[in-house]
């Protein structure tokens, strides 16, 4: 059966049974891997009112499989707090854990003058060893956090706990406390220890419980501005932030707060004074839109700035929120002129790159985002996937209450949130809600990825290495877009490989001016002749001759 996938899926991609290709997956492994993994392949078919098969997703991966995910710490310091560019974030744990996360991920920061704090080029660590693992590590943190203190004068420092830590049983969150009290800045501990959770999905959470508990509203000054949002999952990889930083700027839109892409610790601290929370990456920040929500009363939206069309939309969005005729008519003139060098950069790559296949593995919330892109491109996507993303971030948001908590959820902390006292000011009356749901608003939703896939397109989460490879042989696409991890395997399959995470070192693919990149890019990847000459010729021809030069 395997052979006849191949064989026609070189030919004609749409003719290939996904049933065939989902056994032809599972074929190899044991009954009861193949069991789990089969709830996590699901063949996508979207019924009249967007409900979509179930899938398994965030559930443990099983021992022995690769595949790419990370881990807790890497999802609390790394993703959420790593671009916040004036917290000195602080690694409690051996070398390795700080020295990997230094600069491995593309968030850029913009410092307005040289005398502004960036830290981000540093990597702050205890160095714990072997006698810190036997004694225990708080002496050293302590020191760790005055020496930073005495150096740097900053605003505040944040701790990151990684695995040992949780083991020998540190006490960050008192030493934290201690050292607040005495530096007389803000200190705050995060226990992300790799190992909690099943992914860096993890370390998300706690990251947004910490921030939301210790930072956001600890600062009533409000920004200047008429419209004011905050912009929350978007982290200016390849300078993504800056592009739409700069859209919304020509709007008339001001950004009081991004979580976090070139963020500063003053932001968070009044974040709660915006008017209105715009999600980008639902999977990592939700949590703090939904705690900023009850607390506070600013409502969220989803938004999306990969895609030009998408773009469009979700500006127009903004300003239907703002209900500003104002706004909406400067949205439109901003959406007019930047889409004029869209559409033909657009026309022109189509030409070229129309119906050719792309595969999207990433994270939690691109491969999504990025399908957008490509059907801007005439392109389709027939197989995507997330490494640590939930059901809702699949499914959507609907599916929300029948999600079963299972004990790796469970060690997560859930804040409970209650509307603050004195601080709690709804931005729109309940009626004014209705109104706006009346005319196609939705508030604190997502609809999620498999809504907006074809039928008989293949979902596939945490998949791993094998099944990368297989894919590849049976459909055989124009490009694959996945990680570091991932990329020279696939390369050396003889496929484009697309770097989604860092870009490779591209970018910005956000916003308009991001969307031509991005066309430009991927109709040079896809149209390259160089795929072609990957066989090196002793594989065609295993006997050179070759002749001395002296001869
Ligand atoms: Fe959100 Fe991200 Fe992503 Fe993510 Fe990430 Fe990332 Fe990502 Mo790499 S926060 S879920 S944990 S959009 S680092 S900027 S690219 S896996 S798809």
């Known amino acids: 059966m395997a052979a006849k996938i191949i064989t026609q899926a070189a030919l004609e991609p749409e003719i290939i049974d996904p049933n065939a290709v989902k056994q032809e997956l599972l074929g190899k492994y044991p009954t009861k891997v193949a069991r789990k993994r089969a709830k996590q392949i699901v063949i996508n078919r979207v019924d009249e009112d967007f409900t979509v098969p179930e899938i398994g997703a965030n559930a443990r991966t099983i021992p022995g499989i690769i595949t790419q995910r990370g881990c807790a710490y890497a999802g609390c310091k790394g993703v959420v707090l790593g671009p916040t560019r004036d917290i000195v974030n602080l690694t409690h744990g051996p070398i390795g854990c700080g020295f990997y996360s230094w600069l491995t991920r593309r968030n850029q920061t913009r410092p307005p003058t040289a005398e502004d704090a960036n830290f981000m080029t540093y990597c702050f660590s205890t160095d714990l060893q072997d006698n810190d693992i036997v004694f225990g590590g708080e002496k050293k943190l302590r020191a760790a956090i005055q020496e930073a203190y005495d150096i740097f004068k900053p605003k505040a420092i944040s701790i990151f706990a990684t695995c040992p830590v949780g083991l020998i049983g540190d006490d960050i969150h008192n030493v934290a406390k201690e050292m607040k009290e005495k530096l007389g800045i803000n200190i705050f501990a995060f226990s992300c220890e790799g190992y909690k959770g099943v992914s860096q999905s993890a370390g998300h959470h706690i990251a947004n419980n910490g921030i939301f508990k210790h930072v956001v509203g600890t600062d009533d000054t409000a920004r200047e501005g008429k419209y004011r949002i905050n912009l929350l999952g978007e982290y200016n990889i390849g300078g993504d932030g800056f592009e739409i930083e700069r859209i919304l700027q020509e709007c008339g839109i001001t950004t009081v707060a991004t979580f976090s892409g070139n963020s500063t610790y003053d932001q968070f601290a009044n974040s709660h004074t915006a008017d209105l929370n715009t999600v980008m990456c639902h999977r990592s920040i939700n949590y703090v839109a939904e705690m900023i929500d009850k607390k506070f009363g600013i409502p969220w939206i989803k938004v999306n700035f990969i895609g030009a069309d998408s773009s469009a939309k979700s500006l127009r969005k903004i300003a239907n929120y703002f209900e500003s005729p104002e706004l909406t008519a400067r949205v439109e003139d901003v959406v007019a002129r930047e889409t004029m060098e869209v559409k033909i950069v657009q026309a022109d790559v189509r030409t070229r790159c129309e119906g050719k296949l792309a595969m999207l593995f990433v994270g939690g919330s691109r491969a999504h985002h990025y399908q957008d892109l490509f059907a801007e491109m005439g392109m389709k996507t027939i197989s995507a996937g997330y490494e640590f993303a939930h059901r809702d971030d699949y499914e959507g948001r609907r599916v929300l209450p029948d999600i079963k908590i299972d004990s790796d959820s469970r060690t997560i902390e859930e804040l409970d949130v209650g509307p603050d006292p004195d601080r709690y000011r709804p931005r729109k009356s309940a009626e004014q809600l209705e109104e706006l749901a009346a005319k196609g608003f939705t508030f604190r939703d997502y609809e999620g990825m498999m809504p907006r896939m074809p039928d008989g397109t293949l979902v596939i989460d945490d998949i791993s290495q094998y099944e990368t490879e297989r894919m590849i042989e049976i459909y055989k696409p124009a490009i694959f877009c ?44 896809v149209n390259s002749k160089v795929w072609s000459y990957l066989k090196a010729p002793w594989q065609t021809n295993p006997e050179l001759a070759a002749t001395y030069g002296c001869e």
């Open 482 to 525: 996945a990680g570091i991890k991932e990329k020279y395997a696939i390369q050396k399959k003889g496929i484009p490989m697309k770097q989604l995470h860092s870009y490779d070192s591209g970018g910005p693919y956000a916003g308009f001016k991001g969307a031509i990149n991005f066309y430009r890019e991927i109709d040079r990847m």
